[in-house]
């Protein structure tokens, strides 16, 4: 099995702070990495794919890097609406999930 | 726009078969090259792939699970269902099923996803 760590596992921000999320796989999965926002209650809902390929519809201000092992989820200015829970999920052996990031308001 | 929605009951017993099916809108399960997936959630906790089926093709699972989970699909109602057999508290959870869009690797992201459904092992 592949495992992903994401760290860290709660972040405090304030609207229009740069934060930066990472995903680390116990393994390589070259690009194939996906970034998921949940909010409570709520289904995830799909951001990005291929580690850097941003969904259509999804902000611009979301972006992801990264390969091999380590990737980045980066949002460059906080929105009210980005307060949620991410999660990174691998595809190049099965599927696994990291265990996510809780983003709270400072 | 596709859209999968959850049912079925939200208390099974403990030792009892939980039975869930997600009813596929906005386009056919048989078309288009389409993995359909199960992935549970438990309450406070991070997300678990359950297993997943391609129409007229392989049925999947993930090891941990795969002695208790069968995923069957009906075309004609273009539905797809989970059965996990020998459930306990453990298995209590939110399940979702979702999309994995084919080709690639073999594996995808998942989009769309439906709302999810609570099932509560309880007695």
């Known amino acids: 099995d592949i495992q992903m760590t994401q760290s860290p596992s709660t972040l405090s921000a304030s609207v229009g702070d740069r934060v930066t999320i990472t995903c680390r796989a116990s393994?390589?999965?070259?690009?194939?990495l996906a970034w998921y926002q949940q909010k409570p209650g709520k289904a995830p809902k799909l951001l990005m794919y291929?580690?850097?390929t941003l969904k259509s519809g999804v902000p611009s201000r979301f972006s992801g890097s990264g390969s091999g092992t380590e990737f980045t989820l980066t949002i460059s200015s906080l929105q009210p609406d980005d307060f949620a829970t991410y999660y990174c999920?691998?595809?190049?052996?099965?599927?696994?999930f990291g265990q996510g990031t809780k983003l709270e308001i400072k | 726009q596709v859209q999968l929605q959850e049912s079925g009951p939200g208390l099974v017993k403990p030792s009892e078969t939980l039975s869930l099916t997600c009813t596929v809108s906005?386009?056919?399960?048989?078309?288009?090259?389409?993995?359909w997936s199960w992935i549970r959630q438990p309450a406070g906790k991070g997300l678990e792939w359950i297993g997943r089926?391609?129409?007229?093709?392989?049925?999947n699972y993930n090891p941990s699970l795969e002695s208790r989970v069968t995923i069957s699909a009906d075309t004609s109602k273009n539905q797809f269902s989970l059965y996990l057999n020998s459930v306990t508290a453990t298995d209590t959870a939110v399940y979702y099923c979702?999309?994995?869009?084919?080709?690639?690797?073999?594996?995808?992201?998942?989009?769309?996803w439906g709302q999810g459904t609570l099932v509560t092992v309880s007695s």
């Open positions: 979702a999309r994995d869009p084919g080709g690639g690797s073999g594996a995808n992201w998942f989009d769309p």
């Open positions: 906005g386009a056919s399960i048989s078309i288009g090259g389409y993995y």
């Open positions: 089926t391609y129409i007229g093709g392989s049925t």
């Open positions: 393994q390589s999965v070259n690009r194939w």
């Open positions: 291929n580690a850097s």
């Open positions: 999920q691998q595809y190049h052996n099965w599927y696994t």
